[in-house]
Structure formats: structure tokens, C-alpha cells
T-cell receptor, first 115, second 113 residues
């Protein structure tokens, strides 16, 4: 089965707290891509990061960081010093290397950052 | 930002009515996709296109058809809308399969009464 699980339905934090969003995936493929997208209250989907299965190096972009661990099939996303503008639904997605071209999305984690 | 527009952005229709949603891109990307977003399901692929006149089904294609007569336009048609097709529909594009990243349009909110 190919699947993405985001077990945290909703997280609420106070501004300036650090927060980690969990993503666990399942795939039989040895080659695949993982993604994170942000969906702010306005509704659009914003691409954040892409990671291929051969690159386990962690990545940092400003206050955002991603931890990819193949051993635990996880691709977690951490926001440091959260801000109100980070409030959104965050989706993790898997792109297996079969012929269907689809992204397999998790059900999303709603993050609320309170002032 | 990728140049992707969707029209209409909002639509209310009645059961049994045909509906066509349009996705237009200015990026000249080869691949285009239609997803639907429903609570608790994330996004699910309806149909996709890998070139002009080349389309294939996704995981939730029943009740939907698509057409792509030009690189820049990808149409999604609900032949006879049902209440279960009430959803938010997103179009996405990608430059190539190897490039992989899909960029999404702003979405169309469809309500079928």
C-alpha cells in the first residue's frame, strides 16, 4: 500500500513556540519523492519543499526545517519561533515512481498559532 | 508563482446539470492534473494529462471527463453533477515527470444542490 499519514489533525501553539508536524509514509518503491504544501486560510496550495528518497540530508529554510528519516519512513516539518502567519493547513505528500503521476496526500494538519 | 488560473472560482449548480471547470496555464508545462479536496481526504487525483489530447484516469475518476486540446488549457467536465461532487477542485501543473513538483491553481469551489 502507498499511503501518507499525518496523525496530528490539529495543533495549537502560542506565537514564538517551536512546533513539529509529523508525516509518516508507506511505499514499496525504493525511489520516490516527498513534499510539503501549505494551505493558508485563503485556500491556495503553496509548495514548500521536495525531497527525493536518495537525499536524506536535512534541510533548513529560514524558520522552516525538515527531517527526513528513511529508517522510520518519516518526513517531519519543524517551524521554529512560530508566527501567526504560519497558521494554515499543512499537507505532506508522496510521489511514488509508478506510472500514475499522482501525488498521494496525507489528510493534513491544521496549525493554529495564537498571538 | 506559477501562472495557473481556474475558472470559475465559485459555482453553485443543481443535481443533474453538466458543469465544466477550466484550468489555464501560461507556463507551457506538459503535465496537468485535476484533484478534488474533501475534508479528511487531503487531495485526490481525478484525471491527468501528459500532453495535448493525452489524458488518463486518476483514483476518483467516475463521473468526470477531461479534455486537453491545447497545451495551456485542461477542462474538467461533470457530465451530470451529483451532490457527492460538491468539493473544492484544484488544477496542478508540472514541467516534466522528472521535475516532479506540482504547482497548484487557486481552486474552484463547487456546490451541487
Amino acid at each position: 500500500a502507498q499511503k501518507v499519514t499525518q496523525a496530528q489533525t490539529e495543533i495549537s501553539v502560542v506565537e514564538k513556540e517551536d512546533v513539529t508536524l509529523d508525516c509518516v509514509y508507506e511505499t514499496r518503491d525504493t525511489t520516490y519523492y516527498l513534499f510539503w504544501y501549505k494551505q493558508p486560510p485563503s485556500g491556495e496550495l503553496v509548495f514548500l519543499i521536495r525531497r527525493n528518497s536518495f537525499d536524506e540530508q536535512n534541510e533548513i529554510s529560514g524558520r522552516y526545517s525538515w527531517n527526513f528519516q528513511k529508517s522510520t519512513s518519516s518526513f517531519n516539518f519543524t517551524i521554529t519561533a512560530s508566527q501567526v502567519v504560519d497558521s494554515a493547513v499543512y499537507f505532506c505528500a508522496l510521489r511514488p515512481m509508478d506510472s500514475s503521476y499522482k501525488l498521494i496526500f496525507g489528510s493534513g494538519t491544521r496549525l493554529l498559532v495564537r498571538p | 508563482d506559477a501562472g495557473i488560473t481556474q475558472s470559475p472560482r465559485h459555482k453553485v449548480t443543481e443535481t443533474g446539470t453538466p458543469v465544466t471547470l477550466r484550468c489555464h496555464q501560461t507556463e507551457n508545462h506538459r503535465y496537468m492534473y485535476w484533484y478534488r479536496q474533501d475534508p479528511g481526504h487531503g487531495l485526490r487525483l481525478i484525471h491527468y494529462s501528459y500532453g495535448v489530447k493525452d489524458t488518463d484516469k486518476g483514483e476518483v475518476s467516475d463521473g468526470y471527463s477531461v479534455s486537453r486540446s491545447k497545451t495551456e488549457d485542461f477542462l474538467l467536465t461533470l457530465e451530470s453533477a451529483t451532490s457527492s461532487q460538491t468539493s473544492v477542485y484544484f488544477c496542478a501543473i508540472s514541467e516534466s515527470v522528472s521535475q516532479e513538483t506540482q504547482y497548484f491553481g487557486p481552486g474552484t469551489r463547487l456546490l451541487v444542490l
